[in-house]
Nanobody, 124 residues
Framework: QVQLVESGGGLVQAGDSLRLSCAAS????????MGWFRQAPGKEREFVAA???????WYQESVKGRFTISRDNAKSTVSLQMNSLKPEDTAVYYC??????????????????WGQGTQVTVSS
């Protein structure tokens, strides 16, 4: 059974930090891109950050300089360090994975593997 399990969400104040983690199991994710999306109430799911198998990251413009994505291939985990959090970062954050040829940031519903999501709430 393929699973992506997120952890690390919570309620913080603006300016605080949180670290999200995603553990993958039940599937060989060798070569896969892994990343994070988020969905705020009433909004569509949007891309946040992703990292290639070799460790190359890329980010949504609004989180550049504040968020850092990393992965540990030996442990099949991907993490998202979120600093200087803002109220507009409030959302459910989802871990996702797919092969490079299938990866998309604009149409997340096409991605094959998803976690169940973890809530991040940033108060002002």
């Amino acid at each position: 059974q393929v699973q992506l399990v997120e952890s690390g969400g919570g309620l913080v104040q603006a300016g605080d930090s949180l670290r999200l983690s995603c553990a993958a199991s039940g599937h060989t994710f060798i070569g896969y891109i892994m990343g994070w999306f988020r969905q705020a109430p009433g909004k569509e799911r949007e891309f946040v950050a992703a990292v290639s198998w070799s460790g190359s990251p890329w980010y949504q413009e609004s989180v550049k300089g504040r968020f850092t994505i990393s992965r540990d291939n030996a442990k099949s985990t991907v993490s998202l360090q979120m600093n200087s959090l803002k109220p507009e970062d409030t959302a459910v954050y989802y871990c996702a994975a797919d092969l490079p040829g299938r990866w998309t940031t604009g149409t997340p519903r096409r991605l094959n593997f998803w976690g169940q999501g973890t809530q991040v709430t940033v108060s002002s």
